[in-house]
T-cell receptor
């Protein structure tokens, strides 16, 4: 059973606010990921990490930033939210030496007014 | 470059019908992994299956079955006797075998099962 948590589940916020989406996992996985999902379903990888102090940009350019100070924690920050950031954000994790299957959190649905 | 194509954007069936979700992939790697994920309306992606490229055996799990054909680069997913609870978006994905690789997802197929 995957144990990966995201908070908040839903967030409605005004333009210009700074926000941090939290993601934590208790599986000891080295790799963690952030995806942005369109209303049209497609998943876009925006950030990933191989372990502590490792962060990489994904396939889709994003104005968000991430940090990985602890293995279990991979927060995503938007310094100044805009309506174009309105989306579903999914966090995932996987083992570095495994078969690459990723386990996903429940997601955060962000709405920027 | 890797690519996963799920040509069916949306499929609608009536309960108890069988349905097949298609997945075609492209990769230059000789070894790779293939995956299927389910995303119910609640939003969380649920891992369903992983298949290694060197294992072409088909797999059955209850009402679910997967047909992997390396010759046609396809990894299709069949649900037998569909149920309303099967309504979800289904994603096919591909990765290299390196632990440093990421998943390449298809765009997903939305399955609607009506009573």
């Amino acid at each position: 059973e995957a144990d990966i948590y995201q908070t908040p589940r839903y967030l409605v916020i005004g333009t210009g606010k700074k926000i941090t989406l939290e993601c934590s996992q208790t599986m000891g996985h080295d790799k963690m990921y952030w995806y942005q999902q369109d209303p049209g379903m497609e998943l876009h990888l925006i950030h990933y990490s191989y372990g502590v102090n490792s962060t990489e940009k994904g396939d889709l350019s994003s104005e968000s930033t991430v940090s990985r100070i602890r293995t279990e924690h991979f927060p995503l920050t938007l310094e100044s939210a805009r309506p174009s950031h309105t989306s579903q954000y999914l966090c995932a994790s996987s083992e570095l030496a495994g078969y690459n299957e990723q386990f996903f959190g429940p997601g955060t649905r962000l709405t920027v007014l | 470059a890797q690519k996963v194509t799920q040509a069916q954007t949306e499929i609608s069936v009536v309960e108890k019908e069988d349905v097949t979700l298609d997945c075609v992939y492209e990769t230059r790697d000789t070894t790779y992994y293939l995956f299927w994920y389910k995303q119910p309306p609640s939003g969380e992606l649920v891992f369903l299956i992983r298949r290694n490229s060197f294992d072409e055996q088909n797999e059955i799990s209850g009402r679910y079955s997967w047909n992997f054909q390396k010759s046609t680069s396809s990894f299709n997913f069949t649900i037998t006797a569909s149920q309303v609870v099967d309504s979800a978006v289904y994603f096919c994905a591909l990765s290299e075998t390196s632990g440093y690789s990421t998943l390449t997802f298809g765009k997903g197929t939305m399955l609607l099962v009506s009573p």
